[in-house]
C-alpha cells in the first residue's frame, strides 16, 4: 500500500449494533474515495465480531462508562476510560489518520479525547433524537457533530452541528422477497411480521409476542430477530414462525420479503425501515433507559411513518395483536407518508464532510 496516496480513517463506535452498522454503511464510499479503514472498539463488544466479520483491521481498548447515577462501577470505570485514551494515544501516533468518525458509544470517547490530544481531526455522529451522554462528551472535543434527526440540532452547539441524516447500508435496497422467503421458509401464502428487538434482544418484547404468537398466526407468518441467548426452544418447529438470535447478511431479503414489522426504536433500525418503506409498529424500550427511544418513536409517529405502543400499553395478548392489526389494516397510509420522505445522499453527505475535515 502507498502511504503517501492513500488517506487512513479510524471509524469507532460501539456497545450496541446501532453503534457499528452506520460506519460499516460508510465503508464502500470510504474506500472507493481512496481511504484505507481501521476501528477502534472495545475488547468485548458486539462491535468486534461486526468489523472483523467485514475483514477491517480491529484495534480493542479499555472502555468504561460513565453514568448519570450513582453507581459503584463509576469509581472503577473511570479508570478504565483513563486506561482507553492512553491506549488511543498510542495507538493514534502509531497509525497517523488524517480523519477519525466517531458513531458514538462509551468505547468512542477515549478515542475522541485522544484525537483532540494529538490535533487529529474528528467528526461525530448522534442517530437519536436527543444526544446520549457519551456524545456529549465528545462534543466538547471535536470539531463536527452531525445528526440522524433535524430537530437534534437544538440540543447541540450551532457552530458544530450538522443535519444529514442516518447512513443506511445500500444493500439493505437490493433486497429480494423471494430469497427472503426462502431463507425464512415461508411459502408466500401469509403476509410476513418481522419482530426484531434490537442487538441485545428484548425479554420484555419477546415475550410479549410470544405470548399473542397463537392468535398472529391466524393471520401471519412471524419472522422473530430475538437477540443473543433469547431462542426458545419449546417454540422450534411451530409452523409459520421462525426464530433466530440476529439476522446479519440476510436482512436485505427479509426486509423485502416483511409486510410489517414489530421493534424497539433505536434510530438505527427505523431509520432502515424507512428507507425500505417497511410499516413499523414501535414498542420503545423505557425501562433503564434514558427515553432516547420514546422520543425516537415519537417523532416517527409525527410524521406518519410508524405507530407506537407503550410497554405500559400491554396489559395482555390482545393490545399487542390488535395494535399490529390495526398498522396491517392501514399499512398503505404509512407506507404513503414514507414514500414522501425526502431521501437525500446521507451517505455521501457524511463522507464530503469527513474528506472537508481530514488533515493533509
Do not use: W
Not at 456497545?15 to 474515495?33: D, F, M, R, S
Not at 453514568?67 to 486506561?83: E, S
Not at 468518525?101 to 467528526?123: D, E, R, T
Request: hydrophobic share 40%; net charge positive; proline share 5%.
Amino acid at each position: 500500500m502507498d502511504n503517501k496516496s492513500t488517506k487512513l480513517i479510524v471509524l469507532t463506535g460501539g456497545g450496541t449494533a446501532g453503534h457499528v452498522t452506520p460506519n460499516l454503511a460508510l465503508v464502500p464510499t470510504l474506500k472507493a474515495q481512496g481511504y484505507d479503514v481501521k476501528y477502534i472498539g472495545s475488547k468485548a463488544g458486539i462491535e468486534r465480531n461486526l468489523i472483523e466479520g467485514q475483514g477491517i483491521p480491529y484495534y480493542p481498548i479499555s472502555s468504561g462508562k460513565v453514568r448519570r447515577y450513582f453507581d459503584l462501577k463509576n469509581f472503577t470505570d473511570i479508570f478504565r476510560v483513563a486506561a482507553g485514551i492512553l491506549q488511543s494515544i498510542g495507538l493514534l501516533r502509531k497509525l497517523k489518520p488524517n480523519v477519525i468518525f466517531s458513531k458514538g458509544g462509551f468505547v468512542a470517547v477515549p478515542v475522541v479525547i485522544a484525537a483532540k490530544v494529538l490535533k487529529i481531526p474528528c467528526v461525530c455522529h448522534e442517530s437519536d433524537y436527543t444526544p446520549g451522554l457519551a456524545n456529549k462528551i465528545s462534543a466538547k472535543f471535536a470539531p463536527k457533530i452531525l445528526t440522524a434527526f433535524e430537530s437534534t440540532l437544538k440540543y447541540l452547539p450551532k457552530e458544530k452541528a450538522i443535519y444529514v441524516g442516518s447512513p443506511v447500508r445500500k444493500e439493505l435496497l437490493d433486497g429480494d422477497a423471494k430469497a427472503g422467503l426462502d431463507f425464512l421458509g415461508f411459502d408466500g401464502s401469509k403476509p410476513v411480521l418481522l419482530v426484531l428487538g434490537g442487538s441485545q434482544g428484548s425479554q420484555r418484547l419477546n415475550k410479549a409476542v410470544r405470548d399473542a404468537l397463537p392468535m398472529l398466526l391466524n393471520s401471519f407468518d412471524v419472522a422473530h430477530g430475538c437477540g443473543k441467548g433469547n431462542l426458545d426452544e419449546t417454540l422450534e418447529g411451530t409452523k409459520g414462525y421462525v426464530q433466530f438470535e440476529y439476522i446479519n447478511q440476510e436482512m436485505p431479503h427479509v426486509l423485502k420479503a416483511a409486510n410489517i414489522a414489530v421493534s424497539r426504536s433505536g434510530a438505527n433500525a427505523i431509520f432502515e425501515y424507512l428507507s425500505v418503506g417497511l410499516p413499523s409498529l414501535l414498542v420503545p424500550l423505557e425501562v433503564g433507559s434514558r427515553g432516547d427511544q420514546v422520543l425516537n418513536a415519537e417523532e416517527f409517529v409525527s410524521k406518519g411513518y410508524s405507530k407506537m405502543l407503550r410497554e405500559t400499553d400491554i396489559k395482555s395478548s390482545d393490545d399487542l395483536y390488535n395494535s399490529v392489526m390495526d398498522l396491517y389494516n392501514n399499512r398503505p397510509k404509512y407506507i404513503e407518508a414514507m414514500q414522501n420522505f425526502a431521501k437525500n445522499d446521507t451517505i455521501e453527505h457524511i463522507v464530503s464532510i469527513i474528506n472537508s475535515c481530514a488533515k493533509k
